[in-house]
């Protein structure tokens, strides 16, 4: 009898070794430096369910050269059922916290610019800045560049109708059944 070792508990088991390891090799090198910033978004995935995207920026110095380089390390995809500020920063706390990563050294948030993640009282970047005052808040550059495009775009019909017809289509290929 042969061995097989292509099963979906075994991949998956398989995948998830590596991404620990991945992990492992991460946080290690975060004991090297001590202030970051962190990138947090959200994004559907294919079963249409919110998913938190955290990436960790630092910078590191490189041996050889004496150089300094910004490094940016994916985390962590952490499921986002819940949309306010509060529930949110709740989310990245307890993620860093579950890495043993402490916000004390966070110098930069960075997320989109929703009223939930920007919002100067309840937003996300807020609560952590009442508990963090040295993380300090950017906004994303390319979300607010994404804005001003819809709202140019809104002022031409003959946009708004391609857009529309793209929708659709993305929409019906979206819940079509995989041939």
């Not at 402490?102 to 930069?108: F, S």
């Not at 997320?111 to 100067?120: H, K, L, P, R």
């Not at 005052?133 to 001003?148: D, R, V």
């Amino acid at each position: 009898m042969q061995a097989h070792y292509l099963s979906n508990d075994i991949q998956n088991e398989f995948i998830q070794c590596c991404a620990d390891k991945v992990t492992d090799v991460i946080l290690d090198k975060r004991e090297k430096w001590k202030y970051f910033s962190m990138i947090v978004d959200a994004t559907p995935d294919t079963a249409h369910i919110e998913q938190n995207v955290f990436i960790l920026r630092y910078v590191l110095q490189d041996k050889l050269t004496g150089k300094y380089e910004v490094k940016e390390r994916f985390l962590e995809f952490v499921d986002c059922n819940k949309k306010t500020g509060e529930d949110i920063a709740n989310i990245i706390t307890s993620t860093l916290q579950n890495y043993k990563i402490p916000l004390m050294c966070c110098r930069g948030q960075g997320y989109d610019n929703g009223s939930n993640m920007e919002g100067s009282v309840k937003g996300a970047q807020a609560r952590i800045l009442q508990h963090y005052p040295l993380a300090t808040y950017s906004p994303c550059a390319c979300h607010s560049l994404n804005l001003c495009g819809a709202q140019a775009a809104e002022c031409c019909p003959q946009v708004i109708t391609f857009f529309g017809i793209v929708q659709k289509l993305n929409n019906i290929f979206s819940s079509s059944s995989q041939r």
